[in-house]
């Protein structure tokens, strides 16, 4: 069992959506550190869950804001669907209002509340 919250998924999603494509230095820094789709597209696929995802064979818990303007939700939801084509299971808790970091003890709260199932049945 694993899970994944308000993770990135794919890493060439990550610089078409969200804070990246805005912020120009961000995304400069970012290509420096996990590669640059323009020119190394292949070992940015190979690097991101959702292409080799026949691989994973655990069962996945994604948590995911609808708000979050970091990491956008689209990330879980091709995760989910790849998954899904092969009959993995995943289960996705999507959250309303949540960004990409909590705001207040509620969130935290709800979040908590969602993984705590998942994990109690290990």
Known sequence: MT???AGVTDLTLMFNK??????????????????DPSTQLDELMKNSPVY????IKKTVLLLHGFSDDV??????FRLQL??????NK???????????SFKT?????????????FYSAI
């Open 52 to 55: 080799p995802y026949k691989k």
């Open 3 to 5: 899970d994944s919250y």
């Open 18 to 35: 969200g804070t990246l494509k805005s912020n120009l230095r961000l995304s400069e820094e970012l290509k420096k550190i996990v590669g």
């Open 90 to 100: 995943v289960d996705f808790v999507k959250f309303n209002g949540l960004e990409h």
């Open 71 to 76: 990491v956008d939700i689209e990330h879980s």
């Open 82 to 87: 790849m998954m899904e084509t092969q009959d």
């Open 105 to 117: 003890i509620k969130e935290v709260e709800a979040v908590y509340k969602a993984i705590m199932p």
